[in-house]
């Protein structure tokens, strides 16, 4: 009885603990949304058009693959994204599937296109911040920011010469 006691204790904790990075997660997406709103109309340029769907792409591929399913889904949440209505939606879906397209095909050769893109941003801070803010929004979207997902983030910090501890990966 009392190590069913300690085991529910423990459970509970657990759920605690996982609802606590949940809620931590939500608040830092909300928080990153409103700083990229105000920032995105100052950026309305193709290269950050191209570098935000370049890292769109990259986090729906993350695990290696992209199936229809999380195309779609990666899809709906650039379309609702407040930050990215500064854009028209058709031209940042075609961006979006392109990059898709080519990660599909071959996905290293796909990855390092994505990635050369977001890369030319370097020399522009504040947009290539809030490209990487972008792909932290859009992997956490779902509740869950996986490994593969802060993988692809980090790789973009790296592209544009951004310490990824600026956004505790």
């Known amino acids: 009885m009392v190590a069913t006691a300690r085991r ?19 608040a830092k997406a909300t928080e990153l949304n409103g700083q990229l709103q105000t920032k995105t109309v100052q950026f309305k340029n193709k290269e950050f058009a191209n570098g935000s769907m370049a890292m769109c792409a990259l986090i729906a591929a993350a695990d290696g693959t992209i199936d229809p399913a999380e ?7 650039i379309s609702g994204n407040e930050a990215l209505k500064v854009f028209p939606a058709e031209e ?12 599909a095909g071959d996905f290293d050769f796909g990855k390092v296109e994505a990635t050369a893109t977001i890369g030319k ?6 947009q290539a911040r809030a490209v990487i803010q972008i792909g932290i929004i859009i992997g956490g979207a779902d509740g869950h920011f996986d490994d593969h997902e802060k993988a692809a983030v980090k ?9 990824p501890s600026e956004f505790e990966l």
């Open 71 to 77: 195309r779609q889904k990666t899809a709906a949440l």
């Open 8 to 26: 529910v204790r423990s459970g509970q904790r657990e759920r605690r603990n996982v609802m606590a990075f949940w809620d931590q997660l939500k």
């Open 155 to 163: 790789n973009a910090c790296f592209a544009v010469g951004i310490d």
């Open 121 to 126: 941003l370097k020399g522009k801070p504040d």
């Open 92 to 103: 940042l879906r075609q961006k979006f599937d392109w990059y898709c397209d080519k990660l």
